[in-house]
């Protein structure tokens, strides 16, 4: 079964910050919008609360209950690409290695200014002290 998730502009006004994930998660939110409504998007959405400007989206937008194939990862970066297009990123947060891999190819295309960080979902599981994830993440948030 495959469920289409919509990215979520957050305090959109122009050359937002993009921050990338894996897939959405398994989810209550019946809105259908990535990074909400389970334990992770519960964090990311935490963070970007008192922030501007920020579009949060995914490699690919569907949830499916199976190892992604490359063609639903293709069918992602291209929509990727067009939104990277449209808005013009600032800079883009890549959350996970499976962000990183997939995404290092459009960093380069189009010369983004990206950083890569751990997924938050690792951060959830393994990390005692979330709030220095979250520092990390201001951190590069407020640079230029």
Not at 90 to 112: I, P, Q, T
């Amino acid at each position: 079964m495959e469920t289409l998730y919509k990215p979520l502009e957050h305090k959109v006004t122009e050359n937002p910050i993009f921050v990338i994930g894996t897939c959405p998660g398994k989810t209550k939110d019946k809105e259908k919008i990535v990074f909400k409504g389970n334990r992770t998007g519960d964090f990311v959405q935490k963070w970007i609360k008192d922030k501007e400007n920020i579009y949060l989206t995914n490699v690919f937008n569907k949830w499916i209950d199976y190892t992604p194939d490359e063609e639903i990862i293709k069918e992602g970066l291209v929509k990727l690409e067009e939104d990277i297009e449209r808005l013009n990123p600032s800079k883009v947060f890549l959350l996970g290695a499976f962000a990183f891999k997939h995404c290092s190819g459009l960093m380069k295309r189009y010369k983004l200014n990206n950083h890569n960080f751990l997924h938050p979902s690792y951060i959830l599981r393994f990390c005692g002290d979330h709030q220095e994830y979250i520092n990390i993440l201001n951190e590069y948030y407020e640079s230029n």
